[in-house]
């Protein structure tokens, strides 16, 4: 058993924490509420090796896996600046055309994720089917060599910043007559592809759309993996990146608070000599968040260290745990800091309030805190499905 970093990997840590220092929260709330977007941290990130540390040198990544990217979404986000398209983009994406594209596929898009100038965002969710991804309805049909594709989309970030998204639609398989997932790269500016932002309480500087799909014209080599079979295993491909690195974003985000919070809490004096920190209705609900937070951490460096090596289904249980309990300690330490620091908590200078809407969306996405439960209880507990 080894909870050590390599020493590249240490080195990482250090030189992804310093480029988020110097942006910082307040670059990051800035760009958030004047309706611009991290182009500047993104670009430096990619022209570093930072946002391709997980893909393949052949096409010019850094040939890292899960845990060099955990490390860049974790520490950005403990330096203020959780950037939910690392999630989309390097994570899910670059991994399932890593794992499922074909050749051609994997010539095209990886060496634009290697340096962080492509970025593909990716819509599952829609309106009708929600967490029962069984009923999606968004359908793919063959019109002679192409593809179109029509249906709905929700909640889908960041494709006002990306050149594709990865749309999972569903084909009717002619011999069987079963449904079948498919994953198709769709340029976001294909003619018969409209979207609309959404309105969400969250302060961050990466958006959210409904998608509409009217007859979206697609060549066939728009298909993930050039062959219907690669449509599951593609899907699949990309749950455990999603799970490791939106967890790794929570707890970079619980950390940050926690630090925010206890800087203040070391230094503030109101009942003469003595610091707030001092009084333990104070210091022990932040020595709790801290203690979660730690948790959640090593539940992160496990599943990441099982996905590096290979075993998929042991990374998919910790993965969902990680997430799990990184959601929950992110929302415990920001709401825990937001109370440590009274009235200059709910102040945008102290940079903790402005997360609170993002770490309450990290219970319910990308996969609820329910679904997680749901699977720990069918395929670690061995209940019955109840859905
Ligand atoms: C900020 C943000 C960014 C997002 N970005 C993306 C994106 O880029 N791409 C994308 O495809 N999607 C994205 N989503 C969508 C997200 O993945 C979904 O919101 C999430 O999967 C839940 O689906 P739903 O909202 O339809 O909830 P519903 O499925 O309607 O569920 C509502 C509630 O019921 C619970 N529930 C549902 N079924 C069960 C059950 N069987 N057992 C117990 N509880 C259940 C859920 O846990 C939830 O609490 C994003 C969402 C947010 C908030």
Not at 31 to 45: F, Q
Not at 292 to 305: P, S
């Amino acid at each position: 058993m080894n909870f050590d970093l390599t020493p590249e990997q240490d080195q990482l840590r250090d030189a992804v924490r310093a480029l988020g220092r110097r942006y910082g929260h307040s670059y990051f709330v800035e760009k958030a509420k004047s309706g611009g977007h991290t182009t500047e941290l993104w670009d430096e990130a990619g022209r570093l090796g930072y946002l391709g540390v997980n893909v393949p040198t052949e096409y010019g990544g850094g040939g890292g896996g899960l845990t060099e990217l955990a490390i860049v979404c974790e520490e950005l986000a403990a330096a203020g600046c959780p950037l939910l398209l690392l999630v989309v983009s390097p994570a899910i994406a670059a991994t399932v055309i890593n794992r499922h594209g074909t050749e051609e596929q994997r010539k095209r898009f990886l060496p634009g994720f290697a340096d962080g100038s492509l970025k593909v965002v990716f819509a599952i969710t829609e309106p009708e089917a929600g967490s029962n991804f069984h009923r999606l309805g968004t359908v793919a049909r063959r019109d002679g060599d192409d593809w179109l594709l029509s249906g709905r989309k929700c909640y889908i970030s960041g494709v006002d910043e990306a050149q594709y998204v990865l749309v999972v639609a569903r084909t009717e398989d002619a011999t069987t007559g079963k449904l079948k997932p498919a994953l198709f790269v769709v340029p976001t500016d294909a003619a018969g592809l409209t979207r609309s932002r959404l309105d969400m309480e969250i302060v961050s500087p990466e958006n959210q759309f409904l998608l509409y799909l009217d007859d979206v014209r697609l060549p066939a080599d728009a298909l993930v993996g050039g062959s219907l079979d690669a449509g599951l295993p593609a899907l699949f491909a990309g749950l455990n990146p999603e799970r490791i690195t939106v967890a790794a974003m929570g707890v970079g985000t619980g950390r940050y608070a926690i630090e925010r919070a206890t800087d203040y809490t070391a230094t503030r004096r109101v009942w003469g000599g003595r610091s707030i920190g001092a009084h333990q209705g104070v210091a022990h609900p932040l020595a709790h968040a801290a203690v979660q937070v730690e948790l959640a951490r090593l539940m992160i460096h496990k599943a990441a260290t099982l996905y590096d090596a290979g075993r998929d289904l042991e990374a998919g249980v910790c993965g969902n745990m990680a997430k799990y309990a990184a959601g929950e300690a992110a929302a415990l330490a920001v709401d825990t800091a937001v109370q440590a620091l009274g009235g200059a908590g709910m102040t945008t200078e102290y940079g903790v309030a402005t997360l609170l809407g993002a770490v309450r969306a990290g219970r319910i996405a990308p996969v609820s805190r329910e679904m997680i439960l749901n699977f720990v209880a069918q395929h670690v507990l061995g209940q019955e499905k109840s859905y």
